[in-house]
């Protein structure tokens, strides 16, 4: 599925983050189906409108958006696919990217993303796949580098068994260096541009990468590779963009879809 075809649901508190949000995907091909501004409308909305992705905001008055995700999903009342939830949020804080991954949330990002990425972004997880920002797949391997349990709910833990000194030989030359920009948090579109390949070459590369590593997503890969060779989240490979920091030159203000005071919850 591409990004042209998906149906979105957008949800904030905030109606100036609102209205930037639909105004910045409509000037794009996605079809935005409606809007709620709290967690309490976001699951009416969605089981009424039965979007392809819910584009959820975590801090709101009454019912979070971790809570309304978790409603969402395990509540679906109709027969066929649940949406896809994609987090996006001016907060990075650990506890609610863990939350919001044990809720079911396919992605999370921040609202300093760039209109590209959000729709790149959405695509993905509409898709199927799962897509963290590269800064949140870092706190993840910070959190989880001392704990077994599995990463996202229901799937097993990343490599079973005994673990290889390189948890990644099982891969070609080229599957780690795709393995590497799926860890920078690159969408299937930018790895194909920065390896040469095609956008179904790096989809059946990945597929593979999964099957040999015998991992459920490609969180699970960002998180091994990570792991196994901490330089390559940090040092953009083969021309691929930086990680975008939201940061208007010489302000050391975000820049992106609007700021919400840092407010206790």
Do not use: C
């Not at 089981?47 to 809570?67: C, S």
């Not at 969408?187 to 194909?192: H, L, P, V, Y």
Request: glycine share 8%; no cysteine; net charge negative.
């Amino acid at each position: 599925m591409t990004a042209a075809a998906v149906r979105v649901l957008t949800v904030d508190d905030q109606e100036l983050v609102s209205t930037a949000l639909r105004a910045m995907l409509r000037r794009t091909d996605v079809d935005v189906v409606g809007e709620a501004a709290d967690g309490v409308q976001a699951v009416a909305a969605a089981f009424a409108l039965r979007p392809d992705v819910v584009l959820m905001d975590v801090r709101m008055p009454g019912m979070t958006g971790v809570e309304a995700t978790r409603r969402i999903l395990d509540g679906w009342p109709h027969p066929g696919p649940r949406p896809r939830v994609l987090m996006l949020t001016t907060f990075d804080l650990d506890e609610y990217v863990h939350a919001a991954l044990r809720a079911g949330a396919s992605g999370f990002l921040l609202k300093n993303t760039t209109p590209q990425a959000l729709v790149e972004a959405i695509g993905v997880v509409a898709a199927g796949e799962a897509m963290l920002a590269p800064t949140v797949t870092r706190r993840l391997i910070r959190a989880f580098s001392d704990l077994p349990p599995p990463l996202l709910p229901g799937a097993p833990s990343p490599v079973s068994g005994p673990q290889p000194n390189d948890p990644l030989s099982p891969l070609t030359t080229r599957e780690r260096e795709v393995a590497r920009l799926v860890a920078q948090g690159l969408s299937n579109a930018r790895i194909a541009t920065a390896l040469g390949l095609t956008q179904p070459g790096v989809k059946s590369t990945i597929n593979r990468i999964l099957t040999r590593l015998r991992l459920e997503n490609r969180v699970q890969i960002a998180v091994l590779v990570l792991t196994a060779e901490p330089e390559h989240g940090t040092e953009p490979q083969h021309g691929a963009e930086p990680e975008h920091t939201g940061e208007r030159e010489g302000t050391g203000e975000p820049e992106g879809i609007a700021r919400k005071p840092d407010v206790p919850s």
